[in-house]
Nanobody
């Protein structure tokens, strides 16, 4: 089982960036999937999650209205569209998946983690 995140980079404040996560090893179509991030010197934090159907999404307050999570179960992919990026969004972003619920994904930490992709937002 592998989650491969990509799409990070160096951007300026106000720019947009889309992260992608490719899941492999089994089907993740029944999993909650999402993103966490860890900024330098800080603990890892929840960013967004999406239900297996894609019909429900959950976001941390600091990204609501700016980030959009989506998924393509046929391709075993999950995406994070990030708009109006701010310097405080600078972090390593981790893709994650969980067989349990939305609540457990955010509260307890996911079952599966991918490697991170670095997003740096300059002011």
């Amino acid at each position: 089982v592998q989650l491969q995140a990509s799409g990070g980079g160096l951007v300026q404040a106000g720019d947009s960036l889309t992260l992608s996560c490719a899941a492999s090893g089994r089907s993740f179509s029944n999993d909650v999937m999402g993103w966490f991030r860890q900024a330098p010197g800080k603990e890892r934090e929840f960013v967004a999650s999406i239900s297996w159907s894609g019909g429900t999404a959950n976001y941390v307050d600091s990204v609501k209205g700016r980030f959009t999570i989506s998924r393509d179960n046929a391709k075993n992919m999950v995406y994070l569209q990030m708009n109006s990026l701010k310097p405080e969004d600078t972090a390593v972003y981790y893709c994650a998946a969980d067989t349990r619920s939305f609540v457990e994904f955010r509260r307890d930490g996911p079952d599966y983690w991918g490697q991170g992709t670095l997003v740096t937002v300059s002011s």
